[in-house]
């Protein structure tokens, strides 16, 4: 039940792209973001366990929301390096803002309280119940008929 949304992903793309634009793909590559929100997922007897790769983030920067079945992970952080020197003048400024998010599919018959997250040494771990779905019973609906 529990499936990535991979809108604005380009698997394939992507793969080909580094042939045709190695430059550019050196430069995508080498962009905090490229690494961020890999995710690994296993399927246990009793749920789902995800591990979430956040390097560099602390756990004030990440969120978790579930909303109408779906889990969605933000993170954002930033960063500002000023260097001057002895007579105040910069030598070197840089200002990195960057946010991410990744969403997934866990089903509307899972609550906030079902779901357990934790963060720890730049990764986040969430532990998300597998619920057994109810078949629906199908209510027989008679006509009378007059005789």
Same mark, same amino acid.
Request: charged content about 35%.
């Given at each position: =039940?529990? =499936?990535? @949304? ?23 590559? @080498? ?10 997922? !296993?399927?246990? /007897?009793?749920?789902?366990? $995800? ?19 779906? $889990? ?35 089903? /509307? ?8 997250? !934790? ?7 969430? @532990? ?5 779905? !109810?078949?629906?019973?199908? /209510? ?5 008929? /007059?005789?």
């Amino acid at each position: =039940m529990l =499936m990535p @949304s991979i809108f604005g992903e380009d698997l394939f793309d992507s793969f080909f792209d580094d042939f045709a634009r190695p430059v550019r793909n050196f430069a995508r590559l @080498s962009t905090p973001s490229a690494s961020v929100m890999r995710t690994d997922v !296993k399927e246990t /007897e009793t749920g789902f366990e $995800l591990d979430i790769d956040l390097p560099g983030y602390k756990k004030e920067d990440v969120q978790a929301e579930l909303k109408d079945g779906y $889990l969605t992970i933000s993170a954002s952080t930033g960063s500002n390096r000023d260097e001057k020197d002895e007579k105040g003048r910069y030598i070197r400024r840089e200002r990195y803002v960057g946010s991410c998010s990744r969403s997934f599919y866990v089903g /509307e018959e899972i609550g906030q309280e079902d779901i357990k997250a !934790k963060f720890e040494d730049g990764i986040l771990k969430i @532990s998300v119940p597998k619920k057994e779905q !109810k078949p629906e019973v199908e /209510e027989k609906k008679y006509i009378s008929i /007059e005789g």
